[in-house]
C-alpha cells in the first residue's frame, strides 16, 4: 500500500495546530484573560448569546447538541464503512486521523473562546478578596449549625404546606430580584436574566447525571422541570453565575449563595440553605470520620436534633426522588465530567461542588474581621 501524502490537508492541520498553542498561551496571560477577555469580551459576547438563543422557546443549545452527535455519529459510520472497503487503508485512516484532529483543535479554540479563558480567571477571589484556606473541625461545624438554624427559619416562614413547584417565569423573577438586590452591594453581579430553559434532555437527565447546566455556545442556563420544586430557585441562581461568567462550581454556587441571600423570597432562601447543607455536612462528616469514628456519630446526632422535623422531611422526600432514580450509568458520565473539570483547572473535579464550603468559611471570617 502507498502512503499518498495530501499536503494541503498537513498545511491546514498545522494551522490549526499553531492557532491552538496560541491559544492556550492566551489563557496563560492573566493580563489577556483579566483586561480583555473579562472586562471587554465576555460581557458583551453573554449577552449577545443570551438575546439571541431567548428568540427560541426551545433549547437552542440542546437542539444543536443533538445535532451535533447525529452528524458525527452518521460521519463516523461512514467513514468506518469506507475504511473497511479502501484499497488505501493506511492513506484513509491518516485522512480520518488529520480531519479528527482538525476538528479537535476547532473545538478547542471555539470552547475557549466562548467560555473557556473564565475558569483563568481571578474570579471571585479578586472581585472580594476573599482567600479560601483549609479549614477545621470548629469552622465547619460553625458554618453547619448557621446553615441548620438559617434553613430552619426559612421553613418555618414558608409553613407547614407543601412546597410548590414553580413555573420558569417565577424562577426568573425572583432571582432577578435577588441578582438586583445584590448587585447594590456586589456591582459585578448586575445582569438581565434570559435565557432560561428547561432541558430537552430530561429524560435522560439521571444518566447523565445533572440537575441544571449552563450550555457556553449559545449562552443558555438550563434547569429540569422534574426535580422537587424547592431545588430550582436556588439552582437557577447558581446557573445565572455561570452566565455571568464564573466557570468555577463552587464559585457559582457562591455567587448564588450572594443573590440568594439579598433575596426577601423565603422560598428562595431556603432553596438556597438546603443545598449548601449537603456541601456542608459532606465536609463536616469527612472530616471527622478521618479521625474519631465515636466523634463523627456525634455530630451527626448533634445535626439531626438541631435539625426542624419540616426541613428533614423534605430532605428525605429529595433523597428518596434521586435513591428511586439511580442507575448504574450516572457513575460513569460523573466520571468524564470529573475529568473535564480536573482539565479545566477544577483540580478537585467533581468535588469541587464542595469547595464553596471554603467560600462560605472565608466570606464569614471576614465579616467577622471588620465588625
Not at 447525529?70 to 493506511?90: A, C, D, E, T, V
Not at 477545621?136 to 434553613?151: H, V
Amino acid at each position: 500500500m502507498q502512503l499518498i501524502i495530501d499536503e494541503k490537508n498537513i498545511k491546514k492541520t498545522f494551522l490549526l495546530l499553531l492557532g491552538g498553542i496560541l491559544t492556550y498561551l492566551a489563557g496563560q496571560s492573566s493580563w489577556f484573560v483579566e483586561n480583555c477577555y473579562v472586562a471587554k469580551f465576555y460581557p458583551l459576547w453573554s449577552n449577545f448569546l443570551k438575546k439571541g438563543s431567548n428568540f427560541f422557546p426551545f433549547s437552542l443549545g440542546d437542539f444543536i447538541y443533538s445535532a451535533f452527535i447525529i452528524y458525527i455519529s452518521i460521519h463516523f459510520l461512514k467513514w468506518f464503512i469506507y475504511f473497511l472497503h479502501s484499497n488505501q487503508r493506511i492513506t484513509f485512516f491518516w485522512s480520518g486521523l488529520h480531519k479528527m484532529l482538525q476538528f479537535g483543535l476547532i473545538g478547542y479554540m471555539l470552547f475557549q473562546l466562548f467560555w473557556g479563558f473564565n475558569y483563568k480567571r481571578g474570579g471571585i477571589a479578586l472581585a472580594l478578596g476573599l482567600n479560601p484556606t483549609v479549614y477545621n473541625q470548629k469552622q465547619i461545624t460553625e458554618l453547619t449549625n448557621e446553615l441548620i438554624d438559617s434553613a430552619n427559619y426559612y421553613r418555618r416562614q414558608i409553613g407547614s404546606d407543601g412546597l410548590p413547584v414553580f413555573t420558569k417565569k417565577q424562577l426568573m423573577d425572583d432571582a432577578q430580584m435577588a441578582y438586583d438586590k445584590a448587585s447594590i452591594q456586589f456591582p459585578f453581579l448586575k445582569t438581565t436574566i434570559q435565557s432560561v430553559k428547561f432541558s430537552l434532555f430530561e429524560p435522560i437527565a439521571d444518566y447523565i447525571g445533572f440537575s441544571g447546566y449552563y450550555n457556553p455556545f449559545t449562552g443558555e442556563a438550563h434547569l429540569r422541570n422534574d426535580l422537587p420544586g424547592i431545588l430550582n430557585p436556588f439552582i437557577i441562581c447558581h446557573e445565572v453565575a455561570h452566565q455571568l461568567g464564573y466557570a468555577s462550581e463552587s464559585e457559582a454556587s457562591f455567587i448564588g449563595f450572594l443573590a440568594a441571600k439579598s433575596s426577601s423570597n423565603s422560598y428562595l432562601k431556603y432553596s438556597m440553605y438546603l443545598d449548601l447543607l449537603n456541601y456542608s455536612f459532606n465536609e463536616q462528616y469527612l472530616l471527622y470520620a478521618k479521625e474519631n469514628y465515636g466523634a463523627f456519630e456525634q455530630v451527626v446526632k448533634n445535626n439531626r436534633n438541631r435539625m426542624d422535623t419540616l426541613v428533614k422531611k423534605d430532605r428525605k422526600d429529595i433523597r428518596d426522588f434521586f435513591y428511586k432514580r439511580r442507575n448504574d450509568f450516572s457513575p460513569i458520565s460523573n466520571n468524564l465530567y470529573d475529568q473535564f473539570l480536573k482539565m479545566n483547572h477544577q483540580m478537585a473535579g467533581i468535588d469541587s461542588y464542595n469547595e464553596v464550603v471554603a467560600w462560605l468559611i472565608s466570606y464569614q471570617k471576614r465579616k467577622n474581621e471588620n465588625n
